[in-house]
């Protein structure tokens, strides 16, 4: 079953979603050649707990890190560690916080320093894709309108959209009910009431939509080694559209 948040809980995932955005920008100027995955994650840590909320994915389900670091043609769930990113690097930074019982859960992709041309490309429309999706939120909607407007618009700038990783609804657990594919057909799936919260992540690739997982169990990598980029929002259904609770 889909929840309908009350106002109260509404307001909740407002604050923690702020509190994601708030961890987003801290860690910004800090995206520099140098710096290791693991001091990303120090430092959004420590940030979090500053603002009195806890970071949802430290181990959840076993998960052993604040953030989600993902380098180039890894696509999410990568373990923060000594690796320094680099100059051309591209990162997905994955972030949640909880905030009284309810989370925020926001990713975005980064170039570091200078990116090559094909990279921007890919982070550009990545990015994108995420903003066509949000245009099908509203009420009386289906989540097939939301995976099939990703996907439409991945296929015409001819990016890989992954099958086998999708959104979800989110609220006291980081991942509820439903998925939210970044594919499908209009009109079909769930219907989208006034009061859910759903979590919108397209995930696509420069190259084949293939991806595997390494041996940490965790890290998902595409097939080919061509690069890949992530941008997610939590959002609120509303009778007429959507409202971002991961901005500011």
């Given amino acids: 079953m889909i929840s309908i948040k009350s106002e109260r809980e509404i307001e909740l995932m407002k604050k923690a979603g ?3 955005y708030k961890t987003h920008q801290y860690l910004k100027p800090y995206l520099k050649p140098g710096i290791t995955t693991k001091k990303l994650d120090e430092l959004a840590e420590a940030y979090i707990r500053s603002l009195g909320a806890t970071p949802s994915f430290k181990e959840s389900e076993g998960f052993p890190a604040t953030i989600c670091t993902s380098i180039n043609d890894e696509v999410v769930h990568g373990i923060p560690s000594g690796r320094k990113l680099r100059e051309g690097d591209i990162i997905s930074i994955d972030i949640g916080a909880c905030w009284q019982g ?130 997610e929002h939590t959002v609120l259904v509303t009778k007429d559209g959507y409202l971002i609770l991961t901005g500011e």
């Avoid at 975005?108 to 939120?137: D, P």
């Avoid at 209009?186 to 759903?198: A, N, Q």
């Fill in 18 to 20: 702020n509190i994601v």
């Fill in 102 to 231: 309810y989370h925020g859960d926001s990713a975005w992709s980064y170039g570091i320093g200078k990116i090559k041309e094909e990279q921007a490309y890919l982070l550009k429309h990545t990015e994108q894709s995420l903003y066509e999706g949000l245009k099908q939120v509203k009420a009386g909607n289906r989540l097939g309108d939301i995976g099939n407007a990703i996907e439409q618009y991945a296929v015409e700038y001819k990016l890989g959209v992954i099958r086998e990783l999708v959104g979800h609804g989110i609220g006291n657990k980081v991942h509820e009910k439903p998925d939210v594919p970044n594919y499908g057909k209009p009109d079909t799936g769930p219907l989208l009431k006034e009061g859910m919260t759903i979590a919108i992540e397209p995930m696509l690739n420069l190259g084949s939509r293939r991806v595997a997982m390494l041996d940490d169990d965790w890290t998902i990598v595409t097939e080919d080694g061509y690069p890949s980029a992530h941008f």
